[in-house]
């Protein structure tokens, strides 16, 4: 099988989704395919210009020059090559070969849902939203898709015109082998980025500055958590460098709380904080999947998220659930969620093994040679059924 693969260019400097197309194209060449990448190169890109307009330069790359390249490409092209969109988001190129087999992967839309205004949280102004509309209206092409959640592939059909010809959830592979590490293994590798696990444990979140990753709902929960608790177990939030609000919320929690933000971990280094910490507080808004639930179930990690889709998807009855942080009265939301801490905090020994075992019985279900045969096998029906 002839496989193009369509990818964000790399000068918009995504972190996930280029580690996603590169684990299809790598499981998908051991599987004996061919791969190739096609995406757009910085054309107009690489043109001095201020940094307001770069983002425009980038668009004329993606959505003039590079259409025009396809097109050129598509006359030589075997007309049984298969065509993968790593990401919905990449629609407006879904009609330069929707009438081929193709196949788009689906990941959330948490981006066309703020330009609808369905998130206060994330207003979306009038480029936004047409930039959004563009992309839906390209996807809204396609016949053959493939969702990372039963929550996402729900959205999907919102959005689509038609009832396409494929639409399957294939929960996401881990990337990387995360496993619960000893104490002794999980200080040997924290030690190099100068992190030394207290001896009670700490406190975990694991994510970007996404407004729907919560960050200021984490650091909420700590304040109330923090004010109650005679001897608060310390804050670590391991992922991109804060903002400069989240440092000063930070620094106002009271008490004998600590807060420590932590950039720059290697995946061995995050899944040894997964191994040595206490809890992972995950109270996400959204999410396409949820990635860092999993990850700290395979590290044996308890998880405290959301209680809504798709985190129940992938936590199941492994993890701890509180109520999503709503737009008004955050700090009563913020009281029960801490009091859910102190009380998952205080359950035995015994009831902290059961809840790891179930753990490592629901990330089973998110192995990656098992999600790239999905995959693979996704790909030859809609090659096949192109043909017929």
Known sequence: MHIVQFVHPDFLNSQSM????KMIAEGMRARGHDVDTWTARPLAYSFPAPARLKKWLGYIDQFIFFPLLVRWRLRRLAADTLFVFGDQALGPWVPLVAC??????VHDFMALRSA???????????????????????????SYFVSVSDNTRRQL????????????????????????????????????????????????????????????????????????????????????????????????????GTVRFVSGLSNKQVCAAYSAARLMVFPSLAEGFGWPIAEAMACGCPVLT?????????????????????????????????????????????????????GYRQVAQFDAEQ??????RIYRQALGKTRA
């Open 18 to 21: 280029p580690r996603f197309a």
């Open 100 to 105: 081929r087999p193709h196949v788009i992967h």
């Open 116 to 142: 609808l205004g369905e998130f206060a949280q994330n207003p979306t102004g009038w480029a936004g939203r047409q930039y959004q509309a563009l992309i839906r209206r390209g996807f809204s092409q396609g």
């Open 157 to 256: 059909q919102r959005f689509l015109p038609h009832q396409p010809d494929v639409s399957e959830v294939i929960y996401n592979g881990l990337n990387y082998p995360f496993r619960r590490m000893s104490a002794a293994e999980a200080l040997a590798e924290l030690l190099p980025a100068g992190l030394v696990p207290p001896p009670q444990g700490f406190l975990l979140h694991v994510g970007g500055n996404e407004w729907y990753k919560n960050r200021q709902g984490v650091l909420e929960i700590y304040h109330a958590y923090a004010r109650h608790a005679q001897n608060p177990l310390p804050l670590w939030l391991v992922g991109t460098e804060p903002t400069a609000d989240l440092k000063a919320l930070a620094q106002r929690v009271e008490g004998k």
């Open 306 to 358: 959301t209680g809504e889709a798709p985190m129940t998807e992938v936590g199941g009855d492994a993890a701890f659930y509180i109520p999503a942080r709503p737009a008004h009265g955050a700090q009563a939301w913020a009281e029960q969620a801490a009091a859910r801490v102190v009380e998952i905090l205080q359950v035995t020994l015994d009831e902290t093994s059961s809840r790891r075992q179930s």
């Open 371 to 376: 999600t790239l045969n999905a995959y693979e």
